[in-house]
């Protein structure tokens, strides 16, 4: 079983919509979890970082963290096509790398 | 404030070559951190340093990569005798002085080597 698994989708969704992105995870060790956004060729750009369980939410962004089941997520509401871009879960536990997943391809529809 | 800068951006090796790749960290940044990222792979993590340190290098190949995180200047990762699988791209992250668990790291746009 790999430490984190992502489906890599693509995933496509009219503009508008709510998208969610899931992650899962062996780890009973991680406490720091974060979303990535990686347009094409560019680097990963950090969109929320949380610490344990529960939900933060940035603007239009709310992450979830569901240590119990060792599962997290990440919402987008009121979708933009410049949404459109892969979305990268990363954890680790203290003082340890950060591990990630392969990455969600998204694609906001016009 | 001006983000990661990693440089060159692009480069091509012919095999056999070496690759030193360059990343200035976030000002204010002490910890380093290298990560390589293939076509539909993740970002696997190669190396943290902190100036003149190496902390955690268990994501590099035993042989023909090093990097290094000078007192002064950028840090490198060097790649001895490139050969077509060391095709990629290599990000540069840096984060604030209390390491790599339980803080935020920044990425800089990256260096794509291609080798032929």
């Known amino acids: 079983q790999k430490e984190v698994e992502q489906d890599p989708g693509p995933l496509s969704v009219p503009e508008g919509a709510i998208v969610s992105l899931n992650c899962t995870y062996s780890?009973?060790?991680?406490?720091?979890f974060m979303w990535y956004r990686q347009y094409s060729r560019k680097g990963p750009e950090l969109l929320m970082y949380t610490y344990s369980s529960g939900n933060k939410e940035d603007g239009r962004f709310t992450a979830q963290v569901d240590k119990s089941s060792k599962y997290i997520s990440l919402f987008i509401r009121d979708s933009q096509p410049s949404d459109s871009a892969t979305y990268l879960c990363a954890m680790s536990a203290k003082d340890d790398k950060i591990i990630f997943g392969k990455g969600t391809r998204l694609h906001i529809l016009p | 404030n001006a983000g990661v800068m990693q440089n060159p951006r692009h480069l091509v090796r012919r095999r056999g070559q070496e690759a030193r790749l360059r990343c200035s960290p976030m000002?204010?940044?002490?910890?380093v951190y290298w990560y390589r990222q293939l076509p539909e792979e993740g970002l696997k993590f190669m190396v943290y340093l902190q100036k003149e340190n190496i902390i955690d290098e268990s994501g590099m190949p035993k042989e023909r990569f090093s990097a290094e995180f000078p007192k002064e200047g950028p840090s490198i990762l060097r790649i001895q005798q490139v050969v077509r699988g060391d095709s990629a791209a290599y990000f540069c992250?840096?984060?604030?002085?209390?390491?790599?668990?339980?803080?935020?790291?920044?990425f800089g746009p990256g260096t794509r080597l291609t080798v032929t």
């Open positions: 992250a840096s984060s604030p002085s209390t390491g790599p668990g339980g803080n935020e790291q920044y």
């Open positions: 000002k204010g940044h002490s910890h």
């Open positions: 780890n009973s060790a991680f406490q720091y």
